[in-house]
């Protein structure tokens, strides 16, 4: 399945790094989601893009910066991260920001902060 | 705000028996319900969905019923098969300033169901 892409797919990283996720979409879709899944919690919505504009930056962290250079293209750059930060990073995307279009999710990104 | 609530947690059963998995919500305004399954290392898909305008919606051996007095929604699967091991997330929209339409989903808490052979 290729439709969203996610690299790396597994990354550690220590408390004074910066890493960037990387997300890509090959399916057209105008709007692209940042999730954070954490055992045992929801997934928890962090940033969503519309037209590469960001419409909701869901109370994150400064030390996680998202960036959608163009509608296939979603990143999330991190930056002295904490080590509860650790979890899987699931990007999204849909065809419009509409709550009944469906949401395709890549793999996600599972990261280790040390 | 919204609030899905997911019960239960976890749920075993045995290869053939049924299923059954509960979200209640709390905006009345809520309008559409999607159910997501995410296998072992694998990421979420959708399996099925209900528009308020509806009261049951069935694919094979999934339904999904919604009671919108209740406020509240379930996935029902039937027949149950090994391959129906994962975990299952409900989910509802988020509302903005009245509006159920904003495109974000808040999901449940998830329940890891496993099918016994």
């Known amino acids: 399945e290729t439709g969203v892409t996610q690299t790396p797919r597994h990354l550690v990283m220590g408390m004074t790094n910066k890493k960037s996720l990387k997300c890509e979409q090959h399916?057209?879709?105008?709007?692209m989601y940042w999730y954070k899944q954490s055992a045992k919690k929801p997934l928890e919505l962090m940033f969503v893009?519309?037209?590469?504009?960001?419409?909701e930056n869901n109370s994150v962290p400064s030390r996680f910066s998202p960036e959608c250079p163009n509608s296939s293209h979603l990143f999330l750059h991190l930056h002295t991260l904490q080590p509860e930060d650790s979890a899987l990073y699931l990007c999204?995307?849909?065809?419009?920001?509409?709550?009944?279009?469906?949401?395709?999710f890549g793999p996600g990104t599972r990261l280790l902060v040390l | 705000g919204e609030n899905v609530e997911q019960h239960p947690s976890t749920l075993s059963v045995q290869e053939g028996d049924s299923a059954v998995i509960k979200c209640t919500y709390s905006d009345s305004a809520s309008n559409y319900f999607p159910w997501y399954k995410q296998e072992l290392g694998k990421r979420p898909q959708l399996i099925i969905d209900?528009?308020?305008?509806?009261g049951e919606k069935k694919d094979q051996r999934i339904a999904v019923t919604l009671n919108k007095t209740a406020k509240h929604f379930s996935l029902h699967i039937t027949e149950t098969q090994p391959e129906d091991s994962a975990v299952y997330f409900c989910?509802?929209?988020?509302?903005?300033?009245?509006?159920?339409?904003?495109?974000?989903?808040?999901f449940g808490q998830g329940t890891t169901l496993q099918v016994k052979p």
């Open positions: 209900i528009r308020s305008n509806v």
């Open positions: 893009y519309n037209f590469k504009e960001q419409t």
């Open positions: 989910a509802a929209p988020r509302p903005l300033h009245g509006s159920s339409n904003t495109g974000k989903l808040i």
């Open positions: 999204a995307s849909s065809q419009a920001l509409e709550v009944r279009e469906t949401q395709y």
């Open positions: 399916l057209g879709h105008n709007a």
